[in-house]
């Protein structure tokens, strides 16, 4: 069965940079829509940012995140990766990479990310 899996999550003082990284198991992401979603503690999962299929390439930022974040694909690695700059102590959650295939939602665990002095 697919399974995302997510990484790059940590603990950085406000104004720091993460890297996030998603990848599946043996399976292409390149021809999906792949998205980014976080949740805080108390608060309901929110959509961050999604990249559409290799072919096309466009992005989508949620308002909270941009100017500070870029999503994008490393083609060779088949990774998904959002970079996330200038972060904010309300930037805490977990998050969780997401990509619809054939009608079914597959999500991975989960990378905490905390913003904290």
């Known amino acids: 069965q697919l399974q995302l899996v997510e990484g790059g999550g940590g603990s950085v003082h406000p104004g720091g940079s993460l890297r996030l990284s998603c990848t599946a198991s043996?399976?292409?992401?390149?021809?999906?829509?792949i998205a980014w979603f976080r949740q805080a503690p108390g608060k309901e999962r929110e959509a961050v940012s999604c990249?559409?299929?290799?072919?096309?390439?466009?992005?989508y930022y949620a308002d909270s995140v941009k100017g500070r974040s870029t999503i994008s694909r490393n083609n060779v690695e088949k990774v998904v990766y959002l970079q996330m700059n200038s972060l904010k102590p309300e930037d805490t959650a977990v998050y969780y990479c997401?990509?619809?295939?054939?009608?079914?939602?597959?999500w991975g665990q989960g990378t905490q990310v905390t913003v904290s002095s």
């Open positions: 997401q990509a619809l295939i054939d009608g079914v939602n597959y």
């Open positions: 043996d399976f292409i992401l390149d021809y999906y829509v």
């Open positions: 990249i559409s299929s290799i072919s096309d390439g466009s992005t």
